[in-house]
């Protein structure tokens, strides 16, 4: 019943921003999380950072700390990732994951996006 809806990912030169959005559909309160987590090919899949929607807590990955920025807009049930400053190493695919509980950046979300490509470069 739970559905992630992503789409923003893009061919973006370094330096540049880009602006991810996640659509969660299927949860009946604002008790819950959304995260976003990135894979590279070859790499492991790491979090990047986390939005309780309740409140509003947010996490970040210390290799995005000061460039990507999360937010909310309740109304639209939407997360969004504003990415500034981006670099080659931050292309991957970028998958937007949902749960009712505060995992942080923790792997055991329930619920996962299809992932969408962003690619950084010149």
């Known amino acids: 019943q739970v559905q992630l809806v992503e789409s923003g990912g893009a061919l973006v030169q370094p330096g540049g921003s880009l602006r991810l959005s996640c659509a969660a559909s299927g949860f009946t309160s604002n008790y819950y999380t959304i995260a976003w987590f990135r894979q590279a090919p070859g790499k492991e899949r790491e979090g990047v950072s986390c939005?309780?929607?309740?409140?509003?807590?947010?996490d970040y990955a210390d290799s995005v700390k000061g460039r990507f920025t999360i937010s909310r807009d309740n109304a639209e049930n939407t997360v969004y990732l504003q990415m500034t400053s981006l670099k080659p190493e931050d292309t991957a695919v970028y998958y937007c994951?949902?749960?009712?509980?505060?995992?942080?950046?923790?792997?055991?979300?329930?619920?996962w996006g299809r992932g969408t490509q962003v690619t950084v470069s010149s």
């Open positions: 994951a949902a749960d009712r509980f505060y995992y942080r950046l923790g792997p055991s979300y329930s619920y």
């Open positions: 939005i309780r929607i309740s409140d509003g807590v947010t």
